[in-house]
């Protein structure tokens, strides 16, 4: 009948029969004189000819009418590739994966660590009273890797320099070493920063590292924060160089991690670690907190003292 729409069975096939009123999403029904078969035209085999009817595939699978001219048309598979194709292309970004909290924390720390160059601040505050102690420390890096770090301890202040692969320390009491030279004493305090020098993680990296031992990160807005692995606490308490079984050892492990992000960057982190190191028979019950802040993002100047030249050298 003219000017129907078409029913639909069960099976998907367009009834011979129409209803009155309009389709809803493609106008009056033209008369259909004959069967469709919905289902070839889902598999890609052309529909059978048909009289006074156009059909479209919607998203669905469904092939209604389209109300042209009396014309006769095939649905061909080509035709029915380039549609899905098309929709496929149009409806993408709305299956883009959203990236977790823990890749946007990794994500502003790379930003951070492609910067040209940037300074930092690092805090430690221990609650048991026992493990690291002293003042502040501070350091600028390059994009080149050119670090310079000063950190205050025992009421003295001690520098690192690395450049180029190598590295020189100063101590106050001997002023500034190749690492060679540092670490010969076993005892003194240049030994403790070859030590530092050797495992340094500038705070990009860090981060990243802090990140990837992290149980699960929530975002808050532009904070970040979860709990750190057992063994991610471990690994950070225990001082391990790789390939070193002669380390420390930890049990009751445990922490967390906080990063700050801004504008997509790496602002602000701080993360705790607690437990029980044991070494050579002592036990310090360690709590821990490192809070460290990034600034003068892109207009850091890393100078290296002349005499820190000359032991890079050596």
Not at 7 to 32: F, I, K
Not at 123 to 136: D, E, F, L
Request: charged share 25%; aromatic share 6%; with cysteine.
């Amino acid at each position: 009948m003219a000017g129907n729409k078409p029913d639909y069975d069960d099976d998907g096939r367009v009834s011979d029969h129409c209803v009155s009123d309009q389709h809803p999403a493609v106008g009056n029904c033209l008369e259909t004189e004959k069967i469709v078969n919905l289902a070839a035209v889902a598999d890609g085999r052309p529909a059978k000819r048909h009289q006074r009817q156009r059909f479209v595939v919607l998203l669905d699978k469904r092939v209604l009418p389209l109300n042209m001219d009396k014309t006769t048309a095939t649905i061909h598979p080509m035709k029915k590739s380039l549609l899905f194709g098309l929709i496929t292309l149009l409806a993408g970004p709305l299956f883009t994966a959203t990236a977790s909290p823990t890749d946007e924390v990794v994500n502003a720390a790379k930003k951070l660590a492609g910067e040209a160059n940037y300074s930092w601040n690092t805090a430690v505050t221990n609650v048991s009273g026992t493990g690291i102690r002293g003042g502040p420390s501070e350091g600028k890096i390059a994009k080149d890797g050119t670090t310079w770090i000063s950190m205050t301890r025992n009421g003295g202040t001690m520098e690192i320099v690395m450049q180029g692969g190598k590295t020189a320390v100063k101590t106050p009491d001997n002023g500034w070493q190749s690492l060679a030279d540092a670490t010969a004493d076993d005892q003194g305090p240049g030994r403790f920063l070859g030590r530092m020098a050797q495992g340094f993680k500038s705070p990009a990296a860090q981060a990243e590292d802090l990140a990837g031992k992290a149980k699960a990160i929530q975002s808050d807005g532009d904070t970040y924060a979860g709990d750190l692995t057992e063994d991610g606490v471990k690994a950070l308490l225990s001082f391990r160089r790789p390939g070193d079984d002669n380390g420390p050892t930890v049990s009751n492990a445990k922490g967390s991690v906080k990063f700050w992000v801004k504008d997509g960057e790496l602002v602000k982190f701080e993360f705790n670690l607690q437990g029980i190191v044991s070494f050579n028979g002592n036990d310090r019950d360690v709590n821990r907190t490192t809070t460290v802040e990034i600034k003068d993002v892109g207009a850091t100047q890393v100078t290296v003292p002349d005499e820190a030249v000359k032991k890079l050298s050596s």
